[in-house]
């Protein structure tokens, strides 16, 4: 299994983001396509609350995750941050 398997994400799915998700990636500086990868190549992929996911992708001294939501053909981005990697490695 793919990493990209292993997190849900498949080509044919369609990716939507929240404002809020949005905003955050404003924010932060965080590019749609850096917010791509996380999703489809994490280095790791956690449970996270109300059944979402957390995808985690590291990006040099820190690590950005993305908090999404998976249904059959929709990825449905909540909410996007970087952090500090000590904290979540």
């Known amino acids: 299994m793919s990493a990209g398997e292993a997190s849900g994400f498949s080509p044919r799915k369609r990716v939507r983001f929240t ?3 949005v905003l955050r990636m404003e924010q932060y500086g965080i590019p749609v396509s850096e917010v791509l990868r996380a999703i489809a190549q994490p280095d ?9 996911r957390v995808a985690q992708k590291a990006a040099g001294r820190y690590v950005v995750r993305v908090v999404y939501e998976e249904a059959e ?5 909540v909410t ?5 990697r000590e904290r979540y490695e």
Do not use: S
């Open 19 to 21: 404002k809020h998700a």
């Open 44 to 52: 790791k992929v956690l449970l996270g609350y109300k059944g979402r």
């Open 73 to 77: 053909d929709l990825i449905t981005v």
């Open 80 to 84: 996007v941050y970087r952090a500090r």
